[in-house]
């Protein structure tokens, strides 16, 4: 599978980051498979903020879960991050990333590029 990340670079404060992964050699409800999104903000460590399984079912960090939101485009083969409300530290790269269920613990407690296939990353600034 390949993903690439689309997006905006840059956000203002307050407003919605929207990013898109597009997914080829591989189908989103590939059984067994949840498509995630990771990020890595300036010489900090990965942040997993959450994935949507193969299902349709969707799960969220605590830590972003009150203001993110994963979706699915089927027909595209595509997922999207909208991340609500971004605040300066949201300054990052974003990550979309297929890994498979057994990984998904791993990927919460401590994400690694090791884990499951990964797109290259877009870089997303957010300021006024």
């Known amino acids: 599978a390949q993903l690439q990340e689309s997006g905006p670079g840059l956000v203002k404060p307050s407003q919605t980051l929207s990013l898109t992964c597009a997914v080829s050699?591989?189908?989103?409800?590939?059984?067994?498979?949840?498509w995630s999104w990771i990020r890595q903000p300036p010489g900090e460590d990965l942040e997993w903020l959450g994935y949507?399984?193969?299902?349709?079912?969707?799960y969220y960090s605590p830590v972003f879960s009150s203001r993110v939101s994963i979706s699915r485009d089927t027909s595209k083969n595509q997922f999207t991050l909208r991340l609500f409300a971004v605040t300066p530290e949201g300054t990052a790269v974003y990550y979309c990333?297929?890994?498979?269920?057994?990984?998904?613990?791993?990927?919460?407690?401590?994400?690694?590029?090791?884990?499951?296939?990964w797109g290259q990353g877009t870089q997303v600034t957010v300021s006024s």
């Open positions: 990333a297929r890994v498979h269920v057994d990984q998904t613990p791993s990927l919460r407690s401590h994400a690694s590029k090791t884990t499951g296939r």
């Open positions: 050699g591989d189908s989103i409800t590939s059984p067994g498979y949840y």
């Open positions: 949507i399984a193969y299902s349709g079912s969707v």
